[in-house]
């Protein structure tokens, strides 16, 4: 095995022969790190239009989320100032 670190993040040890939980493990982990994504992605051409749609639709979705985890958590802090301060 090499000791490079991108196949040592990606290590899974089989303990007591239990591949079908090491499989899990190792599933979990190529899908945080976005490899079947990318993986499922590659697997047929796809046409520039649509790449460029897809690259749009995934920033605005991006863009998106990160605005409503802000909101959120503005929403969720128990010791804010009152914005209607009086009224």
Request: proline share 2%; charged share 35%; net charge positive.
């Amino acid at each position: 095995m090499a000791k490079h670190l991108r196949f040592v993040a990606r290590t899974v040890m089989v303990k007591d022969g239990d591949v079908q939980a090491a499989y899990k493990v190792l599933s979990g982990v190529l899908s945080k790190d976005g490899i079947i994504h990318d993986v499922k992605l590659k697997r047929y051409y796809e046409k520039p239009c649509r790449e460029r749609q897809r690259k749009s639709f995934e920033n605005c979705r991006r863009i998106y989320n990160k605005d409503m985890a802000r909101r959120i958590d503005f929403i969720s802090r128990t010791n804010r100032k009152d914005p209607w301060f009086g009224c």
